[in-house]
Structure formats: C-alpha cells, structure tokens
C-alpha cells in the first residue's frame, strides 16, 4: 500500500482529479448540514463540467455503500472517490477504514497521533483499493461552508496531500493552516 506515481496513487491531493471520479455526499448528517454537502458537490460538478469539459456524477453515500465491490466496479470502474463531510455525516467514510492517517469527524480532526477540536475544513487524498479517495473534509456545517474556498479546478491551485484549516483563515490567512503536507511512501503522517 505505498504510494505508486505509475498507478496514479501518489498524491498530491489534485491527483485524485486525473482520472474519472465520483463525488460522493453524505447523508447521514442533519438536513443543514446534508444541504452544505450537496450544494458544495453540485458546485464542484458545475465548475468541473465547465472548466475540465468533463462529467463528474454525484451520488449519496447511501447510494455508493449499498453496492457491493463487484457492483461499484461494475458500475462506477476504478473512477476515484471524492467525498463530502467527514465520518459521522457521510457513511462511505468507511471506505477509508477504522484508522486512516487523517480522519474527520463531528467536532474534531485527526493527523496521526495529534487531534484538534473545534470547527475545521480540509482536504486530504488517499489510497483505497485501486483508486484513489479524495476528500472536501469538514468537521461542522460552517466549517463545510468555508470548505467552498477550496478551489481544486483553478489552474496553478495546489494543494499538497492534506491541509487542515481553521475558521478563521479567511482573516488571517497562513496563521490559520493548522496542518499541511505530504504522507511518506506509505501514506502515513
């Protein structure tokens, strides 16, 4: 499970984009929080379509965990995932299993053995079988509203394999990245 630059499993977080993906909403949070989500995916599709002249499916977390392996496959092929919200509001979070170097959840943010509480956004890319799984990664509903100021489809953005952002980065802008950077060869911290 190491990063593989011939496979298209090395990061940065854009790689995700360079083949076909899916975004995939959570639905698992409260009706807020689950508009957030989906206004965000169908924003990104619009810019993606426009922008990449490309298609970009949006599809629930329910939609995607109901299908088994063999069906995704089927289905979808080996198109990366690219999720919305973080591991309480979207169930395809499991995909990323019990203890990713970099987990979201309802009130904090995980990276590695460091954990901060509060409202935060972020964007991180990482393995999960044959693709790639990129996420828009918030642990609130204003914390997914600043996530809109990620920007992935503007060429000469970059963002490294995970950022970490707090609420206020708006204001003070590089003061409030709390994490960013680049897994090692076998994607941990």
């Known amino acids: 499970n190491e990063k593989d630059p011939e496979r298209g499993r090395a990061g940065p977080f854009k790689q995700a984009f360079r083949r076909g993906f899916i975004f995939v909403v959570g639905t698992q949070g409260d009706a807020e ?5 989906l ?11 426009y922008r990449g002249n490309g298609n970009a499916p949006i599809r629930t977390d329910e939609q995607i965990m109901s299908l088994s392996e063999a069906d995704q496959a089927a289905a979808f092929g080996v198109r990366n995932l690219v999720l919305y919200g973080n591991r309480d509001d979207n169930a395809a979070w499991s ?9 979201f959840a ?4 995980r990276l590695g053995a460091q954990t901060w509480e509060g409202d935060y956004a972020g ?11 990129a996420a828009f990664a918030s642990t609130s509903t204003q914390a997914a509203r600043l996530g809109d100021t990620f920007a992935p489809f503007i060429s000469g953005v970059g963002y490294p394999d995970y950022a970490i952002v707090g609420l206020d980065v708006l204001q003070q802008g590089d003061e409030a990245v709390v ?6 060869h076998a994607w941990q911290v």
């Not at 929080?33 to 989500?37: F, K």
């Not at 309802?106 to 943010?109: A, E, L, N």
């Open 95 to 103: 995909i990323l299993g019990e203890t990713p170097p970099i987990d």
């Open 106 to 109: 309802d009130g904090r943010v």
């Open 123 to 133: 964007v991180f890319v990482l393995p999960s079988g044959n693709r790639m799984v």
């Open 39 to 49: 206004a965000r995916a169908r924003h990104d599709a619009a810019v993606w379509t």
């Open 33 to 37: 929080r689950d508009a957030v989500l």
């Open 179 to 184: 994490a960013a950077g680049w897994f090692d």
